[in-house]
């Protein structure tokens, strides 16, 4: 059974559908920018999609919305750090930091840190050997805007593709193996709305061989485009069936505001899914084999 790594922490790749609660201590994000600015904040949110049931945290200090102006790292560390000093020692579950900047990054992995999301897909040379000299679990993800110089004619599943086919021969010839590496799509980063629907639709056209796979849709506007456009806040049931779709896929873990919701859909998505295997299986039929 292929597993993916994050430090210490070891997850099965078995169709468990694991939840990563999104914890947003920033000004402006889209959704929930400004709840949990503060680390006594930030912490009771925290513990609370733990209770609720996510397998991990994943704590970010920048907005990446569209048209987002970037902040610099010495900013985002100023807001992150109090965060994960509150994080380090009362989580059970680990926690990944989002960001694009090798320092940032470096500081949270001393401060406890098990993975790092990079939303410009690792392709800072420095924020390689960090993941490589570090052990962490690695989540790269695709984005239009980084990676498709040379490809914009090209259907969206050949871009993400041929960007993972790519950085994770790079990856690998920096000494990160492949059970380290969570491939993310990328959907909302450069992509049209018809694009984000088939990324969602075809998961399994789209996931690399031995890696996890991360889909982060949640309340995003890929939703509210297919569902009349309420505000984010009140995207929750589309989100959770466009994760369930992706699940369906082979998607092993999905990003999530709404992790209570979202850990009851992915785990009756997952019985589903393993009764499915299990007949499909058997040439009799029988699940229990």
């Not at 922490?9 to 920018?33: E, K």
């Not at 600015?37 to 049931?53: F, I, S, W």
């Not at 991990?56 to 985002?76: C, K, M, N, W, Y």
């Not at 590496?181 to 639709?201: H, M, S, W, Y």
Request: proline fraction near 6%.
């Amino acid at each position: 059974m292929s597993v993916w790594r994050a430090g210490q922490a070891v997850f099965p790749l078995d169709g468990t559908g694991y939840v990563m609660g999104i914890l947003n201590v920033t000004p402006d994000s889209f959704s929930d920018g400004g709840q949990f600015q503060q680390a006594g904040q930030a912490l009771a949110h925290a513990l609370q999609m733990e209770r609720d049931g996510a397998a991990l945290i994943d704590a970010g200090a920048q907005s990446t919305r569209p048209g987002f102006t970037a902040v610099p790292p010495e900013e985002e560390w100023r807001r992150l750090a109090p965060v994960l000093e509150a994080l380090r020692g009362s989580l059970r579950v680990p926690f990944s930091v989002d960001t694009f900047y090798p320092e940032v990054a470096r500081r949270a992995l001393e401060a406890g840190a098990s993975a790092i999301n990079d939303v410009t897909g690792f392709r800072d040379p420095a924020m390689r050997r960090l993941a490589a000299e570090s052990g962490c679990g690695c989540i790269v993800m695709h984005n239009g805007a980084c990676h498709d110089a040379g490809r914009e004619h090209w259907d969206v599943l050949d871009r993400v593709r041929a960007f993972f086919s790519e950085v994770l021969e790079q990856m690998e010839r920096d000494g990160i193996p492949r059970e380290r590496i969570c491939a993310d799509p990328g959907v909302g980063f450069g992509k049209t709305q018809r694009e984000n629907l088939a990324l969602l639709a075809q998961v399994d056209r789209i996931k690399p061989p031995g890696c996890a796979f991360l889909m982060a849709a949640s309340r995003k506007r890929v939703i509210g485009a297919a569902c009349g456009n309420p505000p984010p806040a009140e995207r929750m049931p589309g989100t959770l069936a466009a994760h369930t779709l992706a699940q369906a896929g082979g998607a092993d873990f999905l990003r999530a505001h709404d992790v209570k919701e979202a850990v009851q859909a992915a785990r009756v998505a997952s019985a589903v899914l393993r009764l499915r295997r299990g007949v499909e299986a058997n040439a009799d039929g029988d699940p229990c084999g």
